[in-house]
């Protein structure tokens, strides 16, 4: 089968030269026996599964997977954002599950980057000022050359006074991905971050997340059920019912469609 288990768990080896996912020695981010129930009772949902799974630095990782599958609670439980019912993540060399409620605010604030379907950006504030906002909440100085090179990376030199309001969406999408670059964090999260965009936009985005990666070395890992937007990715992670069912290295469109296709076979049998 092409999305099994068997055949596409250990083939990491790209063909092209580049080498996202072979350098899972050191990952960007791990997940270890990750486990995430919620409820009880009668309302128990085994969202995750004892999952494991490597994603590696400077790679640009896609989560696919039938709705429900658990794609949104994995990414969750990567980011810090939510907490597993057993299980680690590693992110960036240190165990987030063994930090406290606000320590892991802080780390996250610096070491991890968000792009949400809803773009998230603070209405009153331009551009130029939403991107800067991590590291104002941080504390931390701005890095003139890192400003330059992210915002010229996303073309956004001319809308940097602009606010949110006067942007388009795909141009808010990429103010929301400066932001999340502006830290240098281990990873960017995406959850659907093209599914509020138009078709255009959306492709337009998309490429600026892989820029991203090929140009600025960001580790990503998006969650999509778009078998188009997975495509931009150099590796998509298959899920099904909580658990890993698969992954294909280089995907194409067609090769998502297939994998996608056969899982729903599978699960619906
Ligand atoms: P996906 O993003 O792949 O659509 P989710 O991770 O959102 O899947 O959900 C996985 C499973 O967990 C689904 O059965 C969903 O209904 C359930 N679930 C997700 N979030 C919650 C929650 N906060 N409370 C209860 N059940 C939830
Ligand atoms: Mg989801």
């Not at 000022?129 to 001319?158: C, F, H, M, S, Y």
Request: charged letters at 20%; one cysteine or more.
């Amino acid at each position: 089968m092409t999305a099994g288990v068997d055949r596409g768990m250990t083939r990491f080896a790209g063909s092209d030269g580049n080498f996202c996912g072979m350098e899972l020695s050191k990952p960007a981010v791990a997940a270890r026996k990750l486990t995430k129930v919620y409820g009880a009772g009668e309302a128990r949902v085994l969202a995750l599964d004892s999952v494991d799974v490597d994603f590696a630095a400077a790679c640009f990782t896609a989560i696919m997977g039938p709705s429900g599958s658990g794609k949104s609670t994995l990414l969750n439980l990567l980011a810090g954002l939510d907490a597993p019912t057993s299980g680690s993540v590693q992110l960036g060399g240190k165990d987030l599950t063994g930090l406290g409620d606000n320590e892991l605010t802080a780390w996250r604030r610096t070491h991890v980057g968000f792009v949400f379907q809803a773009f998230n950006l603070l209405p009153m504030l331009t551009a130029a000022q939403n991107i800067r906002l991590p590291l104002d909440l941080a504390g931390d100085k701005l890095d003139r050359e890192w400003w330059d090179t992210v915002v010229d990376t996303l073309a956004l030199r001319d809308r940097l006074n602009h606010r949110p309001s006067e942007m388009s969406g795909g141009q808010r999408q990429r103010v929301a991905l400066a932001r999340g670059l502006i830290t240098r964090p281990d990873v960017i999260f995406a959850d659907e971050p093209t599914g509020n965009l138009d078709t255009r936009s959306g492709f337009e985005v998309l490429s600026f997340l892989r820029r991203s990666v090929r140009e600025l070395g960001q580790s990503v890992v998006m969650v999509t059920h778009d078998p188009a937007a997975a495509a931009y990715a150099e590796r998509v992670i298959l899920l099904a019912d909580g658990r890993l069912a698969g992954e294909i290295l280089h995907p194409s469109k067609e090769a998502v469609l297939a994998a996608l296709d056969e899982l729903t076979t599978l699960v619906n049998v």
